[in-house]
């Protein structure tokens, strides 16, 4: 019998350090904005990432009130707070510590998020998936999910939050077809010196990024890691198969990775197509107030 052909996996390095923008978004609230428009192409499917965190009042009690989304899906994951979502679709939800809200726009929608606390720390992501094409003009959904419905896997020294896609065959929260997302929460738990590594089979196919909002990571193999600061976000290279990282002590971090649709991308604002003339369409329905009744015809859940 032949001997078998050992096939080395390549590991994925970090091909960029991004730091994010501050701004303010919603009625002023305060957050990172680490994905931009300008990233849209190379993160494709991801449309952006905002962080947003403080435990100042000022900084987020005036919340999100009503705006309206269409084209794309909204990721959002709450690590501290409330959060009441609203929307003319008629679907209510709070979101609280660890829980996710998982909202397709789809051909349209008008939603609110407004925090239900008036003191404490509020922290946590907004994600902007893009959907393909076809499925842009399709019947709105919303779920919510609490700390309890995302799948924990518990490691020596890591903890890992599959919040879509899996880890280890454990399958996360959300299953999403075309894009097929992955989004995984790391919690590095070290409390002395050693190191805890994190190993994960990713496509060369996916676009990814992992970021760092709590403390240090390495990402690379023994002979070239680059370390990611805590609030910087690593877009990763697409000419390895895995990816290593690794930390000493205690650390957290985001990975978020999926399948590029490779279709143009259109951008007004909060909707997000394909052509000019869908965006100029979108505008017209949303002011004469089409676009509000689009929102209202029966949704389908996840």
């Known amino acids: 019998m032949p001997d078998r052909i050992k096939i080395k996996m390549q590991t994925r390095q970090v091909e960029h350090l991004i730091k994010g923008q501050k701004t303010s978004d919603g009625d002023g609230v305060k957050l990172t904005r680490l994905l931009t428009q300008d990233l849209q192409k190379r993160l494709d499917p991801f449309l952006m990432l905002d962080a947003f965190g403080s435990d ?96 924990n896997v518990q490691k020596p020294g890591l903890l890992i939050k599959v919040i879509a896609g899996e880890y280890e065959n454990i399958k996360g929260a959300v299953q999403k077809p075309y894009t097929y997302p992955q989004f995984l929460d790391l919690h590095f738990q070290n409390t002395q010196e050693h190191k805890t590594e994190f190993v994960y089979s990713l496509p060369r196919s996916k676009n990814a990024f992992l970021y760092v909002y709590e403390g240090s990571i390495e990402i690379g193999n023994e002979h070239a890691s680059i370390t990611v600061t805590e609030g910087h976000m690593a877009i990763l290279d697409n000419k390895g198969d895995v990816l290593q990282a690794y930390s000493k002590l205690k650390a957290k971090a985001i990975l978020v990775a999926g399948e590029p649709l490779n279709e143009a991308i259109e951008q007004y604002g909060p909707f997000v197509m394909n052509t000019r003339e869908e965006i100029i369409a979108t505008i017209k329905e949303y002011q004469s107030g089409e676009f509000l009744l689009k929102t209202k015809e029966p949704s389908k859940l996840m």
Request: no cysteine; net charge negative; aromatic share 10%.
């Open 56 to 151: 100042e009042a000022e900084d987020y009690v005036g919340g999100f009130p009503s705006h309206p989304h269409r084209g794309f899906e909204t990721v959002t994951y709450m690590l501290e707070g409330k959060l009441r979502h609203k929307d003319s679709a008629g679907n209510e939800g709070l979101l609280e510590n660890g829980g996710v809200q998982w909202m397709t726009a789809a051909r349209g929608v008008i939603h609110s998020e407004m925090p239900e606390q008036e003191n404490g720390a509020m922290k946590g992501f907004q994600l902007w998936l893009n959907l393909p094409s076809h499925l842009k003009m399709s019947p709105p959904s919303y779920k919510d999910f609490k700390a309890q419905d995302i799948p």
